[in-house]
C-alpha cells in the first residue's frame, strides 16, 4: 500500500513565515522591511535546493535499481 506525504505542517509553517514576513514589509524600520525582500529571495533558493537534490537522489535511485537488476540477471544467467 502506497501512502502519499502528508505535507500539513510543511504548508502551515510556509503560511505563518509568509504572514509574518508580510507583518515585516509594513515594520517602520527600513531595515526590516528591506531585509523581507532578502528572506523571500533566500527562502526561494533554498527551495530550488531542495528540487535540485530531490531530483538528483531519484536519478541515483533509478540508476541503483537498474544496477542491481541487472546484477540479479547476471546471477541468474551464471546459476543457469
Known sequence: MIFQEDYTFRDLRERSVQDWLCQMEQ??????????KVTREYIESLKTEIRRL??????KERYLK???????????????
Open 54 to 59: 530531490e531530483e538528483k537522489n531519484a536519478l
Open 27 to 36: 515594520h517602520e524600520d527600513l531595515a526590516v522591511r528591506g531585509g523581507v
Open 66 to 80: 537498474k544496477l542491481k537488476t541487472e546484477k540479479t540477471l547476471l546471477m541468474e544467467e551464471r546459476n543457469i
